[in-house]
T-cell receptor, first 113, second 113 residues
Framework: GDSVTQMEGPVTLSEEAFLTINCTYT??????LFWYVQYPGEGLQLLLK?????DKGSNKGFEATYRKETTSFHLEKGSVQVSDSAVYFC????????????FGKGTSLLVTP | NAGVTQTPKFQVLKTGQSMTLQCAQD?????MYWYRQDPGMGLRLIYY???????DKGEVPNGYNVSRLNKREFSLRLESAAPSQTSVYFC????????????FGNGTRLTVT
């Protein structure tokens, strides 16, 4: 079945550092890919998405490119802020699972001043 | 605009007790979902309802039942709680379909002793 694998955290960075969180997936067909963010004590919220190969999703300075050849959707940000401290989840949606999102295990990010 | 509302926020149960987690959305979404979140496990789908009148099992349905009461409401019932069901439970909804982003509630933290 479909699956999503994320790099394990926690990831600790200094403010203004470059961020990469790796995400790879296994799926049949043509899934859509998402990054969600969870701030402490809250539910998840959509950060960005890409619906087909070579699409780039972007939001709030974060970017991720849908790479079908490497089955990857890595999250990047050029300069992180303390307020970016959160847990980040990679996810995919596929028609063969009734479109229900399949999540990775999450990567915790802590940004220090 | 309330979005997805879950009640209660916190609950402590003894083993064998029953309870129902309530979820309501005011976005006229077709699909609703129940996930549980456990440390190191990410989010796992318990049950989902693609449309009013239908429900389907997700990855971890054992020990749970659901009811899609109407288009707005989707409840999750634990008939006989077990310590393994200690978790944070999230309800979510979307319009349905491959590219539809999920909207999450703020979660219910359940402890079973």
């Amino acid at each position: 079945g479909d699956s999503v694998t994320q790099m394990e955290g926690p990831v600790t960075l200094s403010e203004e550092a470059f961020l990469t969180i790796n995400c790879t997936y296994t799926a049949t067909g043509y899934p859509s890919l998402f990054w969600y963010v969870q701030y402490p004590g809250e539910g998840l919220q959509l950060l960005l998405k890409a619906t087909k190969a070579d699409d780039k999703g972007s939001n709030k300075g974060f970017e991720a490119t849908y790479r079908k050849e490497t089955t990857s959707f890595h999250l990047e940000k050029g300069s992180v802020q303390v307020s970016d401290s959160a847990v980040y989840f990679c996810a995919l949606s596929n028609s063969n699972s009734g479109y229900a999102l399949n999540f990775g295990k999450g990567t915790s990010l802590l940004v220090t001043p | 605009n309330a979005g997805v509302t879950q009640t209660p926020k916190f609950q402590v149960l003894k083993t064998g007790q029953s309870m129902t987690l309530q979820c309501a959305q005011d976005m006229n979404h077709n699909s609703m979902y129940w996930y549980r979140q456990d440390p190191g496990m990410g989010l796992r789908l318990i049950y989902y309802s693609a449309s009013e009148g239908t429900t389907d099992k997700g990855e971890v349905p054992n020990g749970y039942n659901v009811s899609r009461l109407n288009k707005r409401e989707f409840s999750l019932r634990l008939e006989s709680a077990a310590p393994s069901q200690t978790s944070v439970y999230f309800c979510a909804s979307d319009t349905g379909g491959l590219n539809s982003p999920l909207h999450f509630g703020n979660g219910t933290r359940l402890t079973v002793t």
